[in-house]
């Protein structure tokens, strides 16, 4: 099944992301009390399938990822993923540890849930509120793995929402991604909320 966005609701969608990232970093900020710059290059909306292949053709396979279930009017996960490198080196700089990048200690590993905590909701809750949607978000969990284990989790015929995210912080250039993985039923009542939002802001 095609589910093609319009270019004013493809617009749209970028920039309820980019309202969604801008309160992601704010909030970032004042965990860490330095500037975190988050930019959004990219918002695509493409098949589960595709969406594993170009994230592959873009990072190792190794990614480490943070989860959660999306319960209500959408239904999916929400996951924030890094390559494994990546999410040490964005640790640790948030946690100011000099430590050699080796493996990753339970400090570490809660750091980086709360990071995806706050990107997700972030980001979902910017989406559920400008578009008026009833969901329930889980706890975050930690997944190390490849990318299409992460990735493919609702079947074949699921839909991803995708955005590439860059971290910059002092001394560092962290690139991530948001993938928001919904079944048919709620791409569709996606588009459909999408369609209606931007019939009332051109109202």
């Not at 959660?68 to 996951?79: K, L, P, T, V």
Request: aromatic share 4%; glycine share 6%.
């Amino acid at each position: 099944m095609n589910i093609e966005l319009s270019e004013i609701e493809q617009d749209a969608l970028t920039e309820i992301f980019n309202v969604g990232i801008g309160q992601a970093a704010g909030a970032m900020n004042r965990m860490v009390h330095e500037e975190v710059l988050l930019k959004v290059p990219e918002v695509l909306v493409i098949p589960q399938q595709e969406a594993s292949r170009y994230i592959t053709q873009r990072v190792p396979d190794k990614v480490v990822a943070i989860r959660q279930r999306i319960r209500g009017e959408f239904s999916g996960n929400a996951i924030l993923l890094f390559p494994e490198d990546n999410s040490l080196q964005l640790v640790r700089a948030l946690l100011h540890d000099q430590v050699p990048l080796t493996a990753m200690t339970e400090l570490e590993k809660e750091a980086l849930v709360e990071i995806g905590n706050v990107m997700l909701n972030a980001c979902f809750g910017t989406i559920t509120n400008l578009l008026s949607v009833d969901v329930r978000i889980d706890l975050p969990e930690l997944e190390q793995g490849g990318v299409e284990e992460i990735v493919s989790v609702e079947g074949s015929e699921a839909w991803v929402l995708m955005l590439q995210v860059h971290f910059h912080l002092p001394g560092q250039n962290i690139n991530g991604f948001v993938s928001f993985i919904l079944d048919v039923i709620s791409m569709q009542h996606l588009k459909l909320s999408l369609k209606k939002f931007v019939s009332q802001i051109s109202a």
